[in-house]
């Protein structure tokens, strides 16, 4: 039997990068996924892709910042499922804005995706959680930036500083019903997000060529490379399996040894 047979669990910003990677694995592990993005369209080859290998997979396009539509997501899950086992609140974006130029909408669109919609789908995850009686996991994705500020995209190292104090105050809430909130913070990894991180930095003047800022960023790195999203999967499996029921309010980092905490 595989690790996470009859699971059900929902991953978002699942279309591509960290998220796809994710979600892909889980289903190796013989979860059930919803493969949740903003954009459906790529979602739904995802899940289709999965379903062709024989998995358990629905697609669905969501806002994670939207209340009512996070809602809708998890009753899609539990209407094809049966329940919802684990949440991972994965969806975020950034967009490069040097420290004095950035202004409230920088600030405040980066904040309502990274940090508003984790709140939203830890509340909305755990109130589906517990009214099924057995407990659950909601896991989060942070960012070594939540660690360390960096001035080419600070509301973004506040936006992931707010992902870990949320999973430290959701692990304190929901912890009498058997509930466990965790969150991850990856270093330098090769996505389309980092992709259009260079780009914007591209148009604003600040690098001449793709790869320079990565380069440059991730220079200290102790493994001497980027990461892939395949680097992240075995942690966050882990946190998704019954090998991490005694672990909450946790943040683990997977960065090669950029940061080191």
């Known amino acids: 039997m595989r690790r996470l ?4 669990m929902i991953v978002t910003g699942a279309a591509q990068g960290i998220g796809e990677g994710i979600v892909r694995r889980l289903a190796d592990e013989g979860a059930s996924v919803v493969v949740a993005d903003l954009n459906g369209t790529k979602a739904e080859e995802v899940a289709s892709s999965l379903r062709a290998e024989g998995r358990q997979a629905i697609a669905v396009a969501v806002d994670v910042a939207e209340r009512e ?3 809708t997501m998890i009753a899609a ?10 949440m991972f609140n994965n969806a975020g974006f950034n967009k490069p804005v040097g420290f004095l130029d ?8 980066i904040m309502r995706v990274n940090g508003l919609a984790v709140f939203i789908g830890i509340q ?8 099924q009686g057995h407990g659950g996991k909601i896991i989060n994705t942070a960012s070594i930036a939540g660690r360390q500020g960096y001035p080419e995209f600070a509301p973004y190292c506040a936006s992931k500083a707010a992902v870990i104090s949320l999973t430290q105050a959701g692990a304190r809430e929901l912890g009498k019903h058997n509930i466990t909130v965790n969150c991850f913070a990856p270093g330098v990894v090769r996505t389309p997000l980092w992709v259009g991180l ?3 930095m591209i148009a604003k003047g600040v690098i001449k060529q793709m790869g320079e800022f990565m ?3 991730s220079a200290g790195i102790l493994l001497g490379r980027v990461s892939d999203p395949s680097d992240l999967t075995g942690m966050t499996t882990f946190l998704a399996s019954p090998d ?4 909450t309010g946790q943040c683990l980092v997977c960065d090669g040894g950029m940061v080191l905490i």
């Open 124 to 131: 909305e995850a755990a109130k589906q959680m517990i009214t």
């Open 244 to 247: 991490s029921d005694y672990m």
């Open 198 to 200: 260079e780009q914007d």
């Open 102 to 109: 950035a202004d409230e909408h920088n600030f405040n669109s």
């Open 69 to 71: 539509q996070v809602q």
């Open 5 to 8: 047979e009859g699971k059900s």
């Open 77 to 86: 899950a539990v209407t094809s499922f049966g329940k919802l086992d684990v």
């Open 215 to 217: 380069e440059s960023f």
